[in-house]
């Protein structure tokens, strides 16, 4: 699967961005999709997941509230929509994709987040950059 990420670009505290991460290759049924950021100097923080074979998403503590997640499986798209943008939120943002069956129902959402990331196949970044 190949994943293209866009939708990034300046956004002062308070506003709203949605990113797009694009598949094309394969339909995306029974995939873990991971949404990841990395700002300067900062290790990979995961941000969400969706799983595409029932919807069900999880977002992390840090962007609970403000970033919800979703997909249109029509357009093979899956977004993430970020509301009350704080200067924290600046960052590279990812996306990357791996089947459901690499992910077991007993991990936790850390460990399916990292499983994404180790097995996943990940699109290009783009950029985020919030401003006061």
């Known amino acids: 699967v190949q994943l293209q990420a866009s939708g990034g670009g300046l956004a002062h505290t308070g506003g709203s961005l949605r990113l797009s991460c694009s598949a094309s290759g394969v339909v995306l049924d029974y995939y873990g999709i991971g949404w990841f950021r990395q700002a300067p100097g900062k290790e990979r923080e995961g941000v969400g997941s969706i799983y595409t074979s029932d919807d069900s998403t999880y977002v992390a503590d840090s962007v609970k509230g403000r970033f919800t997640i979703s997909r249109d499986n029509a357009k093979r798209t899956v977004y993430l929509q970020m509301n009350n943008l704080k200067l924290e939120d600046t960052a590279v943002y990812y996306c990357?994709?791996?089947?459901?069956?690499?992910?077991?129902?007993?991990?936790?959402?850390?460990?399916?987040?990292?499983?994404?990331?180790?097995?996943?196949?990940w699109g290009q970044g783009t950029q985020v950059t919030v401003s006061s």
């Open positions: 990357a994709a791996a089947h459901e069956s690499l992910i077991s129902a007993t991990m936790s959402q850390a460990q399916t987040m990292k499983t994404i990331a180790d097995f996943g196949s």
